[in-house]
């Protein structure tokens, strides 16, 4: 399984930006899939997952502004992030679960300007 995350960039506080992640085996089939982050100095953490069943989840400080979904037909799974604040300035992963095995995507880069 590889997983090619894109999308990130430069964009202005209150601004929104779409990530991607490209797999390349079925979407459908993993058991999870999920956006990381990791701000500088910090931990990597979840941001959004989204389960087999298409159950989802946020961390809190996301929740309302972020948005996870997938399409299994092109077998990518997307981040759409509105209303961008400086605290969301991070290298963005994708992973995806299946059975006992993790996979991470290369990381994209998300930078918020005030």
């Known amino acids: 399984v590889q997983l090619q995350a894109s999308g990130g960039g430069l964009v202005q506080a209150g601004g929104s930006l779409r990530l991607s992640c490209t797999s390349s085996?079925?979407?459908?089939?993993?058991?999870?899939l999920g956006w990381y982050r990791q701000a500088p100095g910090k931990q990597r953490e979840l941001v959004a997952s989204?389960?087999?069943?298409?159950?989802?989840g946020y961390a809190d400080s996301v929740k309302g502004r972020f948005t996870i979904s997938r399409d299994n037909a092109k077998n990518i799974m997307y981040l759409q992030m509105n209303a961008l604040n400086s605290e969301d300035t991070a290298v963005y992963y994708c992973?995806?679960?299946?059975?006992?095995?993790?996979?991470w995507g290369q990381g994209t880069l998300v930078t918020v300007s005030s």
């Open positions: 989204i389960q087999i069943s298409g159950t989802t």
């Open positions: 085996g079925r979407i459908s089939s993993y058991n999870a």
């Open positions: 992973n995806a679960r299946l059975q006992w095995d993790s996979f």
